[in-house]
């Protein structure tokens, strides 16, 4: 039976990400004390970028995506599969359109790289001609016709609170969560990766969904319940400035069919000028 193992993917996907999403601020030389100056107010200090507050949201695509044909700048439309609110009030309508596109794929080549999309949703369209930007991370993907419970994959970390959706969530497990963590830098993804971890790629054994395979500082590698195909996304669930994610799958091609189904951890876009991720 061939077993899909997981961590020789980790160290060449999180370069997708941009490098201040996963390394520490470089450190500084120490600066010569000064003399305090009579009458002079302290500096003011930046304050530190607010988490968003996510809700879920339940969607399917509209087409497949697969590593295999997929290029950057392609379009890549999700539609609700049911009614949600957002933190802000901001109702999407069963069968808004979520758009995005994809920022960097690679097809899978024979022992060397594996298959991976990455994508970022940026656009709900909530009418026709009317489009809100917004932020967001996949959370979970499932096959077409699975239950989802949207509400089991929001992230319960990183001052986030899930805002429950409008839409009754079914029962279904096939997603019961996600694994969350910190560990090493983008050099150490392979070695943070649980050696012990494989799955098959007819879906007959291997981890649950939502499962930690890799952790590479603020970036989390996680199983999916579609067979062979993983998540990498921010730790504490929040979304990149430039990706909701990437889609992983080692040793073949990533490959969704129309009517997979998503949730994403959503927010209306902050105004210009506030803080951002």
């Keep these: 039976m061939k077993h899909l193992r997981f961590a020789p993917i980790a160290l ?4 997708t990400f941009s490098v201040a999403a996963q390394q520490p601020d470089a450190p500084q030389p ?3 004390a000064q003399p305090a100056q009579p009458n002079q107010a302290a500096p003011a200090q930046p304050a530190a970028p607010a988490a968003l507050a996510l809700s879920p949201v339940t969607a399917e695509l509209t087409s497949k995506l697969d590593s295999k044909t997929a290029k950057a700048g392609d379009s890549v439309v999700l539609k609700t599969t049911e009614k949600a609110t957002m933190a802000d009030g901001t109702v ?5 359109k979520i758009v995005g596109h994809v920022t960097e794929a690679q097809a899978y080549v024979s022992k060397s790289d594996n298959g991976r999309v990455t994508v970022q949703f940026d656009q709900a369209q909530i009418k026709e001609g009317q489009d809100m930007p917004i932020k967001s991370a996949i959370q979970t993907v499932t096959p077409p016709g ?5 509400a089991a994959a929001m992230p319960m970390n990183g001052g986030s609170s899930p805002q429950p959706s409008s839409g009754a969530a079914s029962n279904g497990t096939a997603n019961s969560g996600t694994g969350s963590a910190a560990a090493g830098g983008a050099r150490s993804a392979t070695n943070n990766a649980n050696p012990g971890v494989s799955a098959t790629s007819n879906g007959t054994s291997g981890p649950a969904p939502g499962t930690t395979v890799a952790r590479n500082g603020n970036v989390v590698i996680k199983t999916t319940a579609v067979p062979g195909v993983l998540i990498a996304s921010s730790v504490d669930g929040q979304p990149f400035s430039n990706a ?3 889609l992983l799958s080692a040793q073949q091609d990533v490959h969704l069919d129309g ?3 998503m949730v994403l951890a959503m927010a209306t876009a902050p105004v210009a000028g506030s803080a951002q991720r």
């Design 12 to 15: 060449a996907t999180l370069c």
């Design 30 to 32: 120490p600066q010569q």
């Design 92 to 96: 999407l309508p069963k069968g808004t």
């Design 146 to 150: 699975s239950a989802t419970d949207a």
């Design 244 to 246: 909701s994610g990437a």
């Design 259 to 261: 009517g997979t189904k």
